[in-house]
C-alpha cells in the first residue's frame, strides 16, 4: 500500500518512527509538506505575509499524485483545523482513501476527531504497535475487531474503542525514524533530530505528559513512561547519519536528556570519540549538577534548554506540580555556566494564578544567574492537561472556551484574555522585553534596568524589540538555532521563488549518493 504522511512546517521524529514501521512492513511511503513561511502556528506567525506564502494547494496535488491507500496526520492543537480541511478535502477527491489522525491532540479528544465523518480512525497514545495494525486492517478491507490505541467506526455507525494498552518497552526493537521522507524538504544535516529516549519524569500541568502518561487503562500493565535507548542503538543511529548527510549539528529531542547518569558518562564517552559535533539537549534541574555539565561540554555540547518557567516556589509546587527549590535552579545554572554550556532557559507569562511577585523573582534570578538567553512563553492550554480544570475552576475560562480549543479554534484564547488586563498585559510585556534584553547587558547593569522602562512602550514595540534582540544575539553569536532556523526559510523562500518562475525547486538535502539508505529500516547496517 501508499502511505502518505502529512506535515507542516520542521522536521516531525514521530511520522519519521510511523514511517519506518510503515516501511519495515512492506508499504511504500511518502509526504505531503507544507513549509507554512509565516504562519507555522509555533515559531513564527505573521499575518500580513502569509498568504503570499500559502502552499495548502501543493500539500493536496502531492496527496493526488501519490494516489495514496492511506493518508495519516499527526496534528497539534494549532494545525489541527488546517489538517483537518486538508483531510476533507483529499477524502473527496480521493473518496476511496483512508485517514488516519493520531498524535498529541488526537490522542487528548479522541472522540471529538472521529466525529468526522471523513476521519476513519484515530490512534491513542503512541503508534508503534496501533499504527502497523491500522495498515493491516486496511489492506483487508477494514477492521473487523478492535485494535490497541485505536478508535474507528463499524460500518452500522457505532464506535469500535480498542484497549488502551502501555508504553513499548524496548525502544532499540522499534526501527530508526525515516529521515528519507524529509529529503525533499528539511535541511537534515544542519539540524539532525533525534531522541534517546521517551518520557518525561515529571508532570507539570500544562505538558501534554500530564495526561498522555496515564493513557494506558491497565496500570499493572503500563510499564515504565521513561524509556531509554542503549548506547550501542543511539550511535549506530548517529554513525548511519554522518556518513549519509552532511552533518553540522546534533538535536536531542528528549524531553530530559540527562535522567540516567550512567547512560550519559557511556554514551557521551563514545559520542566524543565517534561522532565529534555539537549538540544541544534538554535537561531539568533536578537532574544536573556539576559532574553532568562536565560530561556535556567535554562532549562538545554547545547548548542546553532548561524550562524554569515560574521562580515561586510555592506556587509551583501547588499548582504547576514543578517540585525543584529556587535554590536546585541556581546551583544547576550555576554548574552550566561555569562549564561554559550556552543556557536557554524557557519561562511562561500569565500562568493562572501565579502572585504578582512572581516576575520580580524570576527578574532577579536570572539578573544573578544569567543564562544565554530567555526564551519566553504566554501560557496557551493544550485539551487534556490539568491546567485547563484548574483555569475552568478558577473562573478564568468557559465552558465553551474549552470547548473551542478542542475542536482546534482560538487556542490562544488564554493569553488572549490579557487584553481585558491592559495594565497586567503592559507589565509582562516589560519583564519579557527585559528578559530578552538582559543576556546582553554588562553584569553591572543586569540588577539596575527596570521592566519599568520597556512597559511603557507601545507593545508591538516591545514585541518588535524583543524579536530583533533575539535574531541579532542568536545569528551574531552563531546559534546553531538560529543559523539552522534561517538556512530553512532561506531554502523554502527559494524554493518559493523558483516555483513562482516555472522552475523546480532544489531538494533540501544533500545525501552520500553512494551509501545504500539503512538508516531508515529496523537495524540495518548499511555496510
Not at 500559502?54 to 497539534?76: C, E, G, K, T
Not at 565529534?276 to 567535554?298: K, Q, W
Request: charged letters at 25%; glycine letters at 6%; aromatic letters at 10%.
Amino acid at each position: 500500500m501508499q502511505v502518505t504522511f502529512v506535515a507542516l512546517g520542521m522536521e516531525q521524529l514521530g511520522i519519521g518512527q510511523l514511517a519506518a514501521l510503515a516501511r519495515r512492513d512492506g508499504h511504500e511511503v511518502g509526504l505531503a509538506y507544507s513549509a507554512a513561511l509565516f504562519d507555522d502556528r509555533y515559531n513564527l506567525r505573521v499575518p500580513r505575509l502569509s498568504p503570499w506564502f500559502d502552499d495548502r494547494d501543493q500539500v493536496i496535488q502531492a496527496i493526488v499524485d501519490q494516489q495514496p491507500d492511506v493518508i495519516a496526520f499527526s496534528p497539534l492543537t494549532g494545525t489541527y483545523r488546517w489538517m483537518l480541511s486538508v483531510a476533507e478535502e483529499a477524502r473527496q477527491l480521493l473518496p476511496e482513501t483512508r485517514i488516519v489522525f493520531g498524535g498529541v491532540h488526537a490522542s487528548a479528544v479522541p472522540d471529538r476527531v472521529l466525529a468526522q465523518p471523513f476521519v476513519d480512525y484515530v490512534c491513542v497514545g503512541e503508534g508503534d504497535v496501533a499504527f502497523p495494525e491500522i495498515l493491516r486492517a486496511v489492506q483487508r478491507g477494514g477492521a473487523t475487531a478492535p485494535i490497541p490505541n485505536t478508535r474507528f467506526r463499524a460500518p452500522d455507525g457505532q464506535v469500535v474503542r480498542g484497549p488502551q494498552t502501555g508504553f513499548v518497552q524496548d525502544l532499540d526493537a522499534l526501527p530508526f525514524c525515516d529521515k528519507e521522507i524529509w529529503e525533499d524538504h528539511v535541511r537534515i544535516g544542519d539540524f539532525y533530530m533525534l531522541m534517546a529516549a521517551r518520557g518525561c519524569p515529571y508532570r507539570c500541568t500544562f505538558c501534554f505528559n500530564n495526561f498522555f502518561a496515564n493513557l494506558p487503562e491497565n496500570k499493572r500493565e503500563k510499564g515504565r513512561y521513561v524509556r531509554q535507548r542503549s548506547v550501542e542503538h543511539v550511535m549506530h543511529e548517529l554513525l548511519l547519519a554522518k556518513r549519509r548527510y552532511r552533518l553540522r549539528f546534533v538535536d536531542f529531542e528528549d524531553d530530559v536528556f540527562t535522567v540516567d547518569k550512567d547512560w550519559i558518562r557511556a554514551f557521551l564517552d563514545r559520542y566524543r570519540r565517534e561522532i565529534g559535533l555539537p549538540f544541544h539537549c534538554l535537561v531539568h534541574p533536578r537532574y544536573m549538577d556539576d559532574e553532568i555539565a562536565s560530561h556535556l561540554a567535554n562532549a562538545g555540547c554547545s547548548s542546553v534548554q532548561m524550562g524554569i518557567q515560574s521562580a515561586d516556589d510555592e506556587y509551583k509546587y501547588q499548582s504547576v506540580r514543578r517540585y525543584e527549590k529556587t535554590e536546585t535552579v541556581e546551583r544547576a545554572l550555576d554548574a552550566m555556566i561555569r562549564h561554559k554550556l550556552r543556557v536557554k532557559c524557557d519561562h511562561m507569562f500569565d500562568l493562572p494564578g501565579e502572585p504578582a511577585g512572581a516576575q520580580e523573582s524570576a527578574r532577579r534570578l536570572y539578573a544573578e544567574h544569567t543564562p544565554y538567553r530567555i526564551q519566553s512563553y504566554w501560557t496557551n492550554l493544550l485539551p487534556g492537561v490539568e491546567m485547563v480544570d484548574q483555569v475552568l475552576k478558577a473562573g478564568l475560562a468557559t465552558r465553551e472556551q474549552v470547548d473551542r480549543l478542542e475542536e482546534g479554534f482560538d487556542c490562544d484564547f488564554f493569553a488572549s484574555n490579557l487584553a481585558r488586563d491592559p495594565e497586567r498585559a503592559r507589565t509582562f510585556k516589560g519583564y519579557e522585553t527585559l528578559f530578552k534584553l538582559m543576556p546582553l547587558l554588562p553584569k553591572t547593569w543586569r540588577d539596575r534596568v527596570r521592566p519599568e522602562l520597556f512597559s511603557r512602550l507601545p507593545a508591538p514595540v516591545c514585541t518588535a524589540l524583543g524579536i530583533g534582540v533575539d535574531a541579532v544575539h542568536g545569528l551574531g553569536s552563531g546559534s546553531h538555532h538560529h543559523v539552522a532556523y534561517a538556512r530553512h526559510y532561506a531554502h523554502h523562500l527559494w524554493c518559493w521563488l523558483r516555483r513562482k518562475l516555472g522552475l523546480r525547486p532544489p531538494k533540501a538535502t544533500r545525501t552520500t549518493p553512494a551509501l545504500p539508505i539503512g538508516i531508515r529500516a529496523a537495524g540495518l547496517d548499511a555496510d
